[in-house]
């Protein structure tokens, strides 16, 4: 009888080829949808294998801006809500010139890159919006691990939504996938204050899960409308 070899895959390997699939998912999607402009925004940035990814994969395909937002301190002061023992203060701390030293050398033309610093609580102004608009998102990957920080992300993104923006969660089954705790409960709280926003579940991983925004609800006829009323 031939022995069974132990499955040899390691942890980095395993999370490399989960967000490989994530990113040719996305690029698929956007190419069949053809949201050839607008913006790949990242929230949560770190050491950029993942603004890296983003670029093999959708970079030559896409007329996109890249968006890398980010403390460049690492995470905030943990609040009760987001305590667990792997976020610490000032944890997964990557400067902003090594980010850019990073990206740029992973082959992201500067001049397709954007990064904003600061705490995302200080730092997503409706002035910051200003500079932004009126272009949209293609994608907004949220890799930001906390609740609270995933708060104020989601206010400022609202704003980019157009119909095919995709919004994924990279950290969608963190705090055992509680969707009281961490990105989830922040989900939850955004899709309650806005009803009117319709959203299809597109692609998961053991790790990330992702949403398609189709846009808004149409608001219901009046009583009495007929059906080519509403056609025309
Ligand atoms: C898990 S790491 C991101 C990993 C990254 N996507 C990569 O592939 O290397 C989380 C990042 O979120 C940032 N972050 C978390 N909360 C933040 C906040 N409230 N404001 C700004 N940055 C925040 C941290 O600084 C850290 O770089």
Redesign the pocket.
Known sequence: MRATQPLELDHQTFRDLQREYIFSSIARFCSLNSLNDGYYF?F????????RLAWEHTGARFDWTYVG????????EISEIDRQPIWKQGG???SETDFINITVGGGVPPERLRTVK????QSLTAALAETFLPQKAAVIFI????Y??TVPVLAFVRQFLRPGTIVIF?DWFCFYGDPERGERRAWGEFGQANPELRFTEFIHTNEAQAFIYLGDSWPAPAKGTKVADVAT
């Open positions: 990242e949560g940035c770190h050491e950029a294998r993942t603004m937002f980010d403390s460049f301190a690492g995470l905030p997964l701390a990557t600061g705490f995302y609580d890799d930001c691990d906390l609270r920080s990279d």
